[in-house]
């Protein structure tokens, strides 16, 4: 780097002095920079892809015939209302009252 002296324009404007790259490496930073960001870009797609293909659920699958009782359908409902959230559509905390 140097640096460049401040100059008057024809016009007279002054243009003020700053720093001047006169090497290659400027160059060269630019042209890597891509292909380094075009793999990381890669790498972090894929991480994304992987996590979101993990969705298998823990939960069993029920559904109001399950039951015998709204009070059996209660009780397991209780025991876990995330897992068991389908057992109640108007979230009142009341399973199978329909």
């Given amino acids: ?6 100059y008057f ?3 007279g404007t002054y243009v003020q002095g700053h720093f001047v790259s006169k090497g290659r ?8 920079n891509k292909k380094g960001c075009l793999g990381i870009f890669l790498i972090i797609l894929a991480a994304l892809t992987g996590l979101s293909c993990n969705s298998e659920s823990t939960c069993e699958s029920k ?12 009780s397991t409902f209780e025991t ?18 329909n």
């Fill in 25 to 32: 490496s400027n160059k060269i930073f630019k042209r890597n």
């Fill in 1 to 6: 780097m140097s640096y460049r002296k401040g």
């Fill in 63 to 74: 559904k109001y015939s399950d039951f015998a009782t709204q009070a059996e359908a209660q």
């Fill in 9 to 11: 324009k024809k016009d």
């Fill in 80 to 97: 876990d209302k995330d897992c068991y959230s389908n057992l109640d559509r108007d979230n009142d905390n009341i399973a199978c009252e």
